[in-house]
């Protein structure tokens, strides 16, 4: 058994900490789209990140794979490859295995290799649940059990690409021009207390779930022990890990619509509540009453994605910027509205939303364009 | 019998200060002072004075002090001064010795081994004077998750009663005839002021008292004293008393001095009569006994409050309070080793249970694993003297404390620990009328009230500087604590990591 939080916390600090950039981009008509803005927008907030961690997250990548487990993995060793392969051809049926195109850049040093993979899962042989569950526990199975060896990614028709260096150096080594993607998201990392080390960096996933995260969470042993009580075991050490843990039991595990995750991740005050129709209150109340340990407090921005969706969240008395910008089909997150200027000089709404309220893009529900710009007045589109 | 034992005080008079007013006499319920008529000047005597600080604090012209009586023993660290005093005392008495108050004696006390966190840097700290701080906790069981329709976005999923405190700090049970109805009545206004509850004690709820059954807890205890419908109904939360901190194993005593008419009609015994109450609840011999009370006390509820358990915090807390979780238990209550009583066994209070700190963290650890902490609130009581180890029990994991000690020394008491005789100078621990008349219910309220919103405001800056802005961030956040001076065992226990570490 190795041990994730000796190589990702090296000082055991009760956790670690870190601030960030982070940047998110969404064709909410599905459009699929190249990656060059989003560099150029998160390498705008280069100063926000210190050199140790930067990362993509593309949705809608793999559409010749869509219905296939696309894995990335990193390895800092061949062995750790061929124990790997063995262990997903007895557990999977591997498709496709293909390493990741990367280029030699001055900027990155001693890289790790990175794999991909697109697989099956025939779950009733393994009587599981689903295969969601399923590949949670074979991924975690290889995180905590395989030396030299971390899943980067495991959902379907998306993939994360990470590593240390600044995120507009990744995108250089990974070769992310080549990629298209209807949701993209970008992390500059900053941490204070962790070397740089490839699987810490951001985007954080687990299957199609993706979180990128600036802040530091003051709640995170209430949230940790909460979401241990779930099996969940928060390995790396991270508030983000805490983020994507409570997102995938509120939504997957317990069926609440992101709307209702995000009003338990930043709950109105109390006082706000008592203020809201009592159909309202009742709901809000409860919320508050059964998961106040899931109340992230302290600073936080986020923006977590999955198939079809980009949310982004700030603590509710907004400790960490998030900036919003529209035009036409197109949403955009920032940590800085400069970012979004540079990318989208145009844009037809930029707000910064209040804190706690849950900015959500969604391909169901795609953005209508519009004529006029106020600033300060929410989308009525985006909620 | 001529007796052995040395005095304890001695009272000092300044006779350029006395006017021999005769406050001091007035007073004074242990006869320290008195008159010398032959003399025309009003003296003290050593050997009745229990250091209550009553006389120096009334008199008005500053005259008197009083100091421990310098006498030496010589040194012996197996037979101190009380072990030889308590002998003395037992040879002349052959009794057993009761006492009053807490646990007196030198065991670690926990909280002063803890130290909490602060932001710097890389988050900010949130400051209370300007931006919203939350201390509001429901105390009761909670479901393991919510359901919500998925179109009306209403709730789907039923709750089990919840009550809403606005500060985690609650008035523990001290029963009417312990202590005094002016006392009970301080207790209850100032609850319901600051927004949190109070607790009867075993001895019924005085009929004046009811007004405030919104903010009233009612214990059940062995003995049954003042239980009915009215009174079940009366309250917002029903607890049965298994155990207290301060002897547990033992059942409540009220010696039938101070059982007095009023006492007696509220409790429904005789006057005069002891109040003893049984060592074990007669109907609880095992914990599906316990079973079948709580839901006795639901039905006849009609399930619209929470019901609490409370215990005395002993070796095995952890399984205990399992059990008592399992068995239908809204709110669980641990008194400590140092929790307080009107009259106890000196043998028993000194020497029986476990520190609270250590059975809280077991506890809230042992509930957690098993799945079930949601399930009721913890409570603990026995010893919180400050804001600081109500933010400390918060972060090892209970959802509110109880105070008893610190809300009779917000009412005048000096901890002089002779609220077994029933002559309490303060008039707080005493049904003799011509003394609970010293405790005026809109001083005692006042004062009461006062001391929740200093912790409240104290406890708001404590998260403040956390960076947290509230309650439930801190509940069962270790990793705001951190030790100093403990071992190994202790931090692993208290789940708590070094200073430094």
């Given at each position: 058994m190795k041990e994730l939080s000796k190589i990702n916390n090296p000082y055991s600090e009760g956790k670690v900490i870190d601030a960030c950039s982070i940047f998110g981009a969404m064709d909410t008509s599905g459009k699929r789209f190249a990656g060059d803005g989003v560099i150029k927008a998160i390498a705008n907030m280069h100063f926000r990140g210190n050199g140790l961690g930067g990362g993509f997250a593309i949705y809608g990548l793999y559409p010749e794979y869509r219905e296939h487990y696309a894995f990335h993995i990193m390895y800092l060793s061949k062995e750790a490859k061929l124990e790997v392969e063995s262990f997903l051809e007895q557990r999977f049926r591997v498709e496709v295995s293909e390493e990741v195109p990367t280029r030699h850049t001055?900027?990155?040093?001693n890289p790790p290799l990175v794999w991909r993979y697109f697989i099956n899962v025939d779950a009733q042989k393994y009587d599981f649940k689903s295969d969601d569950d399923y590949v949670v526990d074979r991924v975690m199975e290889i995180n905590t059990g395989i030396k030299d060896s971390f899943v980067f990614s495991s959902g379907k028709n998306m993939g994360v690409f990470k590593g240390v260096g600044y995120p507009e150096e990744l995108a250089e080594y990974f070769c992310i021009e080549q990629y298209e993607g209807y949701l993209w998201t970008a992390h500059g990392r900053f941490p204070t207390n962790t070397p740089g080390w490839w699987g810490g960096a951001h985007p954080f996933n687990i299957l199609d779930w993706t979180v990128i995260h600036n802040g530091e969470i003051s709640s995170y042993g209430t949230n940790r022990r909460y979401l241990e009580g779930f099996g969940y075991h928060c390995t790396m050490q991270t508030d983000t890990e805490v983020v994507a843990y409570a997102i995938d039991l509120l939504i997957r595990r317990h069926n609440l619509p992101i709307e209702i995750a995000a009003r338990i991740l930043a709950p109105p005050f109390w006082d706000d509540i008592e203020r809201r129709p009592v159909r309202e209150q009742k709901l809000l109340r409860a919320l508050r009453q059964v998961y106040g340990s899931l109340l992230l407090n302290g600073p936080f921005t986020v923006v977590i994605a999955h198939q079809g969706e980009m949310i982004g969240l700030t603590d509710r008395i907004r400790l960490r910027p998030l900036t919003v910008g529209t035009k036409g089909s197109m949403l955009y997150l920032s940590s800085e509205e400069s970012a979004i200027r540079l990318v989208c000089p145009d844009l037809e709404r930029a707000w910064i939303p209040m804190g706690g309220e849950p900015i959500v893009g969604s391909l169901e529900r795609p953005l209508v364009p519009r004529e006029v710009a106020i600033a300060g007045e929410p989308h009525p589109d985006v909620n | 019998m001529k007796t052995y034992l040395p005095p304890k005080f001695i009272v000092e008079r300044d006779p350029e200060r006395c006017i021999e007013c005769e406050v001091c006499i007035n007073q004074c319920t242990f006869d320290t002072h008195y008159y010398d008529a032959e003399d025309d000047e009003v003296r003290s005597r050593e050997g009745t004075c229990v250091g209550c600080h009553r006389c120096v604090l009334f008199c008005p012209t500053h005259a008197l002090n009083v100091r421990t009586i310098p006498?030496?023993?010589?040194?012996?660290y197996n037979w101190r001064p009380e072990f030889i005093e308590d002998i003395i005392k037992q040879a002349e008495t052959g009794g057993v010795l009761l006492t009053g108050m807490g646990n007196d004696k030198g065991y670690r006390i926990y909280w002063d081994h803890l130290v909490l966190n602060a932001s710097q840097v890389t988050n900010p700290s949130i400051d209370p004077l300007r931006e919203p701080m939350e201390l509001t906790t429901y105390i009761g069981r909670k479901p393991d998750k919510i359901e919500v329709d998925a179109d009306s976005s209403n709730l789907k999923t039923d709750f089990a009663p919840q009550v809403r405190i606005e500060v985690p700090v609650m008035f523990t049970a001290m029963s009417y005839g312990a202590v005094s109805l002016n006392v009970h009545e301080s207790l209850a206004r100032a609850a319901t002021e600051a927004g949190t509850l109070w607790n009867t004690g075993e001895g019924g709820l005085h009929p004046k008292l009811y007004q405030y059954g919104k903010n009233t807890i009612v214990q059940v205890a062995s003995g049954r004293f003042g239980v009915h419908p009215e009174y079940l109904d009366a309250a917002s939360i029903v607890e049965i008393k298994i155990g207290q901190g301060a002897k547990p194993g033992i059942g409540g005593h009220l010696p039938g001095?101070?059982?007095?008419a009023d006492v007696s009609k509220t409790r429904m015994i005789p006057q005069g009569t002891d109040a003893l109450s049984p060592a074990p609840q007669h109907d609880i011999y095992s914990i599906e006994d316990l079973a079948q009370l709580v839901h006795a006390l639901k039905e006849a509820t009609n399930y619209t409050k929470p019901i609490a358990v409370k215990i005395a915090a002993v070796h095995n807390s952890a399984a205990i309070a399992s059990g008592m979780v399992r068995a239908g238990a809204d709110m669980i209550v641990l008194d400590g080793l140092r929790g307080s009583t009107g009259a106890a066994p000196k043998i028993i209070r000194d020497n029986v249970g476990i520190p609270i700190e250590m059975a809280l963290a077991s506890v809230d650890t042992r509930l957690r694993q098993e799945g079930i902490r949601n399930q009721a609130s913890v409570v603990i009581a026995g010893g919180i003297r400050n804001s600081g180890d109500v933010a400390k029990a918060i972060a090892l994991g209970a959802d509110a404390v109880y105070i008893g000690t610190a809300a009779l020394v917000a009412l005048g008491c000096c901890l002089c620990q002779q609220c077994h005789t029933g002559k309490c100078a303060w008039g707080i621990c005493t049904t003799d009328l011509s003394l609970t008349k010293r405790i005026n219910p809109d001083i005692g309220a006042r004062r009461l009230a006062n001391l929740l919103r200093g912790w409240s405001l104290e406890l708001k800056e404590i998260l403040g500087g956390m960076g947290i802005n509230a309650l439930e961030s801190l509940r069962g956040n270790r990793l705001h604590l951190r030790g100093i001076g403990l071992t190994d065992t202790e931090l692993e226990i208290l789940g708590v990591q070094m200073a430094g570490s």
């Open positions: 001055p900027a990155i040093v | 006498l030496d023993y010589r040194d012996n001095e101070k059982v007095s």
